[in-house]
Antibody, heavy 118, light 113 residues
Framework: EVQLVESGGGLVQPGGSLRLSCAAS????????IHWVRQAPGERLVWVSR????????TYADSVKGRFIISRDNAKNTLYLQMNSLRAEDTAVYYC???????????WGQGTMVTVSS | DIVMTQSPDSLAVSLGERATINCKSS????????????LAWYQQKPGQPPKLLIY???TRESGIPDRFSGSGSGTDFTLTISSLQAEDVAVYYC?????????FGQGTKLEIK
């Protein structure tokens, strides 16, 4: 089955860190850009970061630049989002999403919830 | 950043009737070299990730019922559900992927009247 599965979310205090994982299966993940998109409760979807197939190119939203690091381990078909210096406004469901041949996000994980609170 | 604005914020339509959702971008998302609009539509149900319905503004994703259609070009786009079914109750989002950062509309909540 073609799928993305996120994990690693949870409750963390402000200033803390978390590492999210996104496991890809059923397709050759090295052929695709993968993005992270987040959604705060009741809010719109917001793009966070992206990485190309071999991990050599990355981009970040201004709101997370310098705090989040995206990476991938293609031997494990897994992508990561290392989140440092977390703030209350980072509280959201985090999705990983694949960019398909259409250039749109054509495959999404089920999401993992991150809550930043003391 | 390109700002995406949807209208209305919420919409109630009777079963079997037409539902129309609009999306406006703050700048054109039409790439002149290939004449493609970098605009997609997604459906999101509670507790689920977004599901791709339409890409290139008007191309239906595989497996999406033909009651869903997309139209528009440049800065103004429309998602139309020709005959509303109960399973279409959801929040609908537009996405521009013309430039980075990719940006979404605020969402339109579609309900049954």
């Amino acid at each position: 089955e073609v799928q993305l599965v996120e994990s690693g979310g949870g409750l963390v205090q402000p200033g803390g860190s978390l590492r999210l994982s996104c496991a890809a299966s059923g397709f050759t993940s090295t052929s695709y850009w993968i993005h992270w998109v987040r959604q705060a409760p009741g809010e719109r979807l917001v793009w966070v970061s992206r990485i190309n197939g071999d991990g050599s190119r990355t981009t970040y939203a201004d709101s997370v630049k310098g705090r989040f690091i995206i990476s991938r381990d293609n031997a494990k078909n897994t992508l990561y989002l290392q989140m440092n210096s977390l703030r209350a406004e980072d509280t959201a469901v985090y999705y990983c999403a694949r960019v398909g041949d259409s250039s749109a996000f054509d495959l999404w994980g089920q999401g993992t919830m991150v809550t930043v609170s003391s | 950043d390109i700002v995406m604005t949807q209208s209305p914020d919420s919409l109630a339509v009777s079963l079997g009737e037409r539902a129309t959702i609009n999306c406006k971008s703050s700048q054109s998302v039409l790439y002149s070299s290939n004449n493609k609009n970098y605009l997609a539509w997604y459906q999101q149900k509670p507790g689920q990730p977004p599901k791709l319905l339409i890409y290139w503004a008007s191309t239906r994703e595989s497996g999406i019922p033909d009651r869903f259609s997309g139209s528009g070009s440049g800065t103004d786009f429309t998602l139309t559900i020709s005959s509303l079914q109960a399973e279409d109750v959801a929040v609908y989002y537009c996405l521009q992927y013309y430039s980075s950062p990719r940006t979404f509309g605020q969402g339109t909540k579609l309900e049954i009247k």
